[in-house]
């Protein structure tokens, strides 16, 4: 105990329990995805999961398909969100705090829940399940989690730029696009991930919009290994993170030019 | 400048309503019986009162406690884990340091459904019976980086001097801790237990996963296995209602405290 003891007086060893915990629930659970996806049901090393991706067209166009939803989710909730946002951060539009609070409280709620009233309603006013409810679904569900990041950065930004545009002689359409869009970039990307992420792997929330008739990438992957097929399950997790890893660099750097841009102007 | 405010609050009003919509409809239509949602049948109480009493929806009630014992236990051990962590992490230099911070951030990163699937294949390939304990350490993964960045800007506004002067002063290690860092640090361990309360009662996907087949539901996955038999159990109707409520005014009660407490600092 005492050699125990001993370790623990260094405080930077305190994160030695920590580290131990990580490595097992955390690194060890993503190598075994891989060492799954390159296994075949006998356990022996073999691609043959690998290729039955790729030539079976079904869950590949599945692949496609998501990725298409989260793209057209992404955008309207950009379209919508950014303005509420803009409104939000504004003083002289805005005053109101609760409002603010308004918009993000759904955050709070979860999830399937929210899903849930969305299809109530939709049963409500006699729209029917498919397609169309589901984007409209999804956008409901993220709407606030691409207002909340935005407005974050909105509300830190400094007001003097715009005023200096202002007195420089720029229309109010040249004094948004040059300076209130590239100084809100952080926000917007990290809006774009929040929303696009969840909606490119969610799987309930597409299940309960469409009564089952549109099938998302998530469900697919969730179906596999409900069903015992764990090698191909593992193939198509493996799938899904290679895609979600690129966009995060890709994101990355995109924050970074941004955050760069702000600084230059 | 008037129509411009006009135009604005308007906007904003017809998002809310549309972003309310599915709520209201559900809090409405709680306070009738009717089995199926958007038959008005009368105003009623029943449905909040059978709520509350065992009966067909006991299940129900079951996943609730479920939940919330989940949630509990999973954030206080988040809370224990992650503060320890982050006063390490704050000790380490250079590349550990790095290291430390870049594990940190992967389950922050990693979409639910791998994070569920990475741990299920964990717990499989071990030979671990999934249940009540498994949901339990998979909840902890997600939540501990959350309580970790919660806690590490209280570390790094601390004066590091302090904890030098109680040794100085004759405290041993364990009472300077106690009596010195824990004190600077428990607003940051309190916003970390609350996220991490809040995550886990939220989290589907990772807790379908690692829930295994003994029948364990949370909330969450009691309303998926519902809506998947088609017919969802109308004491859901209320119990949304009241979630809602709470959630509302627990987020308003923060709200003011903060606003006054905020006024009492500026007027120091």
């Not at chain 1, 709070?108 to 049963?123: Q, S």
């Not at chain 2, 059978?50 to 988040?78: C, D, E, K, P, R």
């Not at chain 2, 304990?133 to 501990?144: D, K, N």
Request: positive net charge; glycine residues 6%.
């Amino acid at each position: 105990m005492k050699w125990l003891a001993k370790i623990f007086t260094k405080r930077s060893n305190w994160s030695i329990p920590y580290f131990v915990f990580m490595l097992v629930f955390v690194v060890l659970p993503l190598v075994l995805i891989f060492i799954y996806a390159f296994q075949n049901n006998d356990g022996e090393f073999s691609f043959t999961n690998f290729t039955k991706f790729f030539s079976s067209p079904e869950d590949a166009n599945t692949f496609v398909y998501s990725i298409g939803i989260a793209i057209i989710t992404t955008l309207f909730c950009l379209l919508l969100g950014y303005p509420a946002a803009y409104i939000l951060s504004n003083k002289s539009l805005c005053r109101s705090q609760v409002m603010v609070l308004l918009f993000i409280l759904p955050m709070w709620i979860n999830i399937l829940v929210r899903t849930l009233a969305t299809v109530a309603l939709f049963d409500f006013i006699r729209v029917p399940l498919g397609q169309g409810a589901l984007i409209f679904g999804m956008v409901y569900n993220f709407l606030p989690f691409m207002i909340y990041p935005i407005y974050n950065t909105m509300a830190k930004m400094d007001h003097s730029y715009i005023e200096a545009a202002q007195d420089l002689g720029a229309n109010p359409v040249t004094v948004f696009r040059k300076v209130v869009i590239p100084l809100s970039m952080p926000g917007i990307m990290s809006g774009i991930m929040m929303v696009f992420m969840p909606t490119i792997s969610t799987f309930a929330i597409a299940e309960l919009l469409t009564m089952n008739t549109i099938k998302l990438f998530g469900t697919t992957i969730q179906e596999n290994i409900n069903n015992g097929m764990w090698n191909y399950g593992a193939v198509l997790s493996l799938i899904m993170l290679v895609f979600i890893l690129a966009m995060e660099v890709f994101s990355d750097k995109k924050e970074e030019a941004a955050g760069n841009e702000g600084g230059l102007i | 400048m008037k129509m411009k405010k006009f135009i604005a609050q308007s906007y904003l009003w017809l998002l809310l309503i549309l972003l309310y919509a599915p709520i209201l409809i559900i809090a409405i239509f709680s306070f009738t019986e009717a089995k199926v949602l958007g038959n008005w049948t009368g105003f009623s109480t029943k449905l909040y009162a059978s709520l509350f009493t065992s009966g067909s929806h006991h299940s129900l009630m079951h996943a609730i406690q479920n939940t919330l014992v989940i949630a509990i236990v999973a954030a206080i051990f988040s809370t224990i884990l992650g503060t320890i962590a982050a006063i390490g992490i704050h000790n380490l230099r250079g590349r550990k340091k790095a290291i430390m911070n870049s594990l940190n951030n992967i389950p922050m990163l990693n979409p639910d459904i791998i994070t569920g699937i990475s741990l299920f294949l964990l717990f499989v390939s071990l030979g671990i019976t999934q249940g009540f304990t498994t949901v339990i350490l998979a909840h902890i993964t997600f939540c501990t980086p959350y309580v970790v960045l919660c806690v590490m800007p209280r570390l790094l506004q601390m004066n590091p001097n302090i904890y030098e002067a109680a040794l100085d002063l004759g405290a041993t290690p364990a009472q300077a801790m106690r009596k010195v860092i824990f004190p600077e640090l428990k607003s940051g361990m309190i916003s970390g237990f609350i996220m991490a309360f809040t995550l886990s009662i939220d989290d589907f996907a990772v807790t379908l996963f690692t829930k295994g087949t003994e029948g364990l539901e949370t909330l969450s996955t009691y309303i998926y296995a519902d809506a998947r038999k088609g017919g969802l159990t109308p004491e859901l109707r209320p119990l949304s209602t009241i979630i809602f409520v709470t959630v509302l005014i627990l987020l308003i009660v923060i709200n003011v405290r903060s606003e006054r407490n905020r006024k009492r600092v500026e007027k120091i």
